[in-house]
């Protein structure tokens, strides 16, 4: 077989192994890879290339950015900071049409700027904000499906785990990366906020919400004041060179040690729970990176980026609407498999594609995090949907999925006025 064709194959052979076998993402890349760098050279240099990537992938101090920023999100998690947040967004917003879905992706925002985690954003406010949308007379699609939306921004506002991974694998500044991320996020955030409010014009339910004054709102503000300490100091700190992405991520998660003692939420039992899921989720990822890094090495080996990298520029098409079909393919893996996984095995071959084509790699990295958002929300993989079903036990899944619908068009929104405003996400990074 020639170069292309194999390396068209061992594509073809890692989805099957993930989506049939059921072998997990990084082991699979492993395998396939190792396997077909013996095919194209030989044993001794596939040998040679594993065995060099796990310790030099393993012993990179990059790596420590993913460690760090998974404890921040961890400890984040287990000192509820998110609380606050929520009764905060609960008074001030409550009152209006669809209020308190409004209020929840208020506080996801929140939330999602002190953790880089979709999965624990969702099940962190959810576990607040779900009670008191069904006290409230809130409907369970309306209620489920908002909290699983909000839930997607922890992947898009910084510090996020999706950037993280995409800093490493395309070697951009996760700084800027970070930059890149800040006002789409808020996008994303309005067009939830405005597509709640619409579907509680559509759908009127019978809600009533007390009233709060104005002494009562202004005292509510204290519960986001922690989170503003994190998000400004974190960062802040990246934007102004103070400390690098790896030390953003122990300073943030040494903050919220310090909130907690001094808010007496703070036991020892959490930290070694935080630390322990920390440990195995980073070990995880780990994996996934190496497979990555050996699964790219053998597409390098395969030309199959470069060359279709060529076929693809030389297409009688618009650069744009090439880009719109490389979104349309990461909805459709994003429905199929997980967010880590869709990332380390597409981003080696498209990441170069895009570059030939002229596009900006932060551009670039900011719609990648916008189809793996749409991914966390669809069926029937949708992580984000089974989070919440883990907490609305009463709630069948199709009712979260119908739920999201409107939500999933907002990502749909987002993307599109991201493509014809560049500036939109490249607008922070210039100025860094």
């Known amino acids: 077989m020639s170069s292309i ?46 065995g060099g990537q796990i310790f030099s992938s393993s012993a990179s101090y990059d790596m420590a950015v993913v460690a760090m920023f998974i404890l921040m999100g961890e400890l984040a998690f287990a000192t509820r900071i998110s609380d606050k947040a929520y009764e905060a967004a609960f008074k001030w917003l409550g009152k209006l049409r669809g209020g308190l879905a409004i209020a929840t992706i208020g506080a996801c925002s929140a939330f999602a700027a002190v953790c880089g985690s979709s999965p ?17 007379g809130y409907d369970d699609s309306m209620a489920t499906g908002s909290i699983a939306a909000g839930g997607v921004l922890g992947i898009l506002i910084p510090p996020s785990m999706g950037f993280i991974l995409l800093g490493l694998l395309t070697e951009q500044s996760i700084s800027k990366l970070y930059m890149a991320g800040i006002v789409p996020g808020i996008l994303l955030a309005m067009l939830f906020m405005i597509t709640a409010y ?13 009233s709060f004054s104005l002494k009562e709102k202004l005292i509510s503000l204290k519960g986001v004041l922690d989170v503003l300490i994190i998000f400004l100091v974190v960062i802040g700190g990246l934007f102004y060179g103070l400390f690098s992405p790896t030390e953003a991520g122990a300073v943030g998660a040494f903050i919220i040690m310090i909130i907690s003692f001094i808010k007496k939420t703070f036991s020892w039992q959490k930290l070694w729970e935080s630390l322990a899921r920390s440990t195995i989720m980073a ?19 395969s030309t199959l980026p470069f060359r279709l990298g060529e076929m693809i520029a030389n297409l009688p098409l618009p650069p744009i609407l090439i880009m719109a079909a490389i979104l349309i393919l990461w909805i459709i893996l994003g429905c199929l498999m997980d967010a880590i996984a869709m990332i380390m095995l597409t981003v080696p071959i498209l990441f170069p594609i895009t570059i030939q084509l002229g596009f ?19 069926p029937p993989i949708g992580m984000n949907v089974y989070v919440i079903a883990g907490i609305a036990k009463d709630t069948p ?25 560049p500036k939109i996400a490249l607008f922070l990074p210039n100025i860094l």
Not at 122 to 128: D, E, I, K, R
Not at 198 to 210: D, G, L, T, Y
Not at 403 to 412: L, Q, S, W, Y
Request: hydrophobic letters at 65%; charged letters at 10%; a neutral charge.
């Open 5 to 50: 064709t194999v390396g068209i194959t061992a594509f073809v052979l890692v989805l099957v192994l993930i989506l049939f076998v059921k072998i997990p993402v990084g082991y699979a890349m492993i395998f396939v890879a190792v396997a077909e760098i013996a095919y194209l050279t030989s044993f001794e240099t596939a040998a040679g290339v594993l």
């Open 120 to 136: 624990a954003t969702a099940a962190t406010v959810g576990s607040v904000a779900l009670p008191e949308m069904k006290k409230y």
């Open 397 to 421: 899944v199709h009712i979260i999925f119908r739920g999201i619908i409107p939500f999933f068009a907002a990502i749909v929104v987002c993307m599109i006025l991201i493509m014809a405003f």
């Open 198 to 210: 619409i579907v509680a014009m559509i759908n009127p339910q019978r809600i009533s919400v007390p």
């Open 360 to 378: 900006d790699p932060l551009w670039f990295g900011v719609l990648a995090v916008l189809a793996i958002e749409a991914g966390l929300i669809t």
């Open 283 to 301: 070990g995880m990822i780990m994996i996934i990176y190496i497979g990555a890094k050996i699964f790219s090495y053998f597409l390098a080996a």
